[in-house]
């Protein structure tokens, strides 16, 4: 005899399913947020930095000299 208080075992399975795969669903939904967000603010930090990292990359190759390197600098940052 099962009164309204007892579940048989298949609903207590579905149930207990339905919330493990509810909360992985909330989980994933977090993580892709998260994702989301990050990868836009790194790309926006990167494409700030960009000109600055390619005016680098030419002095450390020795393509401009300290003069020029420091005037471009000034150029980019805006000062």
Sequence with gaps: MMNGMMMDGSMMFMMCFAMVFLA????????????V????????????????????????????NDEEYKQRRKVIEGK
């Design 24 to 35: 992985l669903t909330l989980v994933l939904i977090i993580g892709v947020t998260i994702y």
């Design 37 to 64: 967000i990050t990868r836009q603010l790194m790309r926006k930090s990167r494409t700030f930095d960009r000109p600055l990292m390619i005016l680098k990359e030419r002095y450390v190759k020795g393509e401009i």
